[in-house]
């Protein structure tokens, strides 16, 4: 039994196809979506997504959004989304080190604020290219 999965960034549609499984991060943590799962509309967390479809998982970094879930259709609206496969995981790494750094520099409410995001953002890119792995 099958869901289908439509992924879309404001710049274009990342995944259109059915799935059997999907994992996500939502502001309250992760949740495995099924076929048949009940009505949900969720926020959704900067994090990774896990997409199963015939028999492979694909992994995708999601940078907030919000996801809807009914009668076996799941459309997952993100700011920004990137698949695994897209992503240079030395860049990757590069970037997770930079924001690393900024995040422990960060001076006052404002940077703070912008590291900690420069952070979950490179830190999600990062789990993406790993998970993949």
């Given at each position: 039994?099958?869901?289908h ?9 990342v995944w ?13 943590g ?8 009940a009505?949900l509309?969720?926020?959704?967390d900067?994090g990774?997504m896990?997409?199963r479809?015939d028999?492979q ?5 999601l940078m907030?959004g919000?996801a ?6 799941m459309?997952?609206?993100v ?7 897209d992503i240079?995981p030395?860049?990757a ?8 750094s900024?995040?422990s520099?960060?001076?006052g409410?404002?940077?703070a604020i912008?590291?900690n995001l420069a952070?979950?953002?490179?830190k ?5 290219v790993t998970?993949?792995?």
């Amino acid at each position: 039994m099958t869901l289908h999965l439509r992924v879309m960034a404001p710049n274009r549609i990342v995944w259109n196809s059915d799935a059997q499984e999907i994992i996500l991060s939502t502001n309250s943590g992760q949740i495995g979506v099924l076929a048949n799962h009940a009505p949900l509309l969720t926020a959704l967390d900067t994090g990774i997504m896990r997409v199963r479809s015939d028999s492979q998982w694909t992994t995708m970094a999601l940078m907030g959004g919000f996801a809807m879930i009914d009668s076996n259709q799941m459309t997952v609206l993100v700011n920004e989304a990137e698949k695994a496969s897209d992503i240079d995981p030395q860049e990757a790494q590069e970037a997770f080190q930079i924001a690393q750094s900024g995040l422990s520099q960060a001076n006052g409410r404002k940077q703070a604020i912008e590291a900690n995001l420069a952070f979950k953002r490179a830190k999600a890119r990062l789990e993406a290219v790993t998970a993949s792995s």
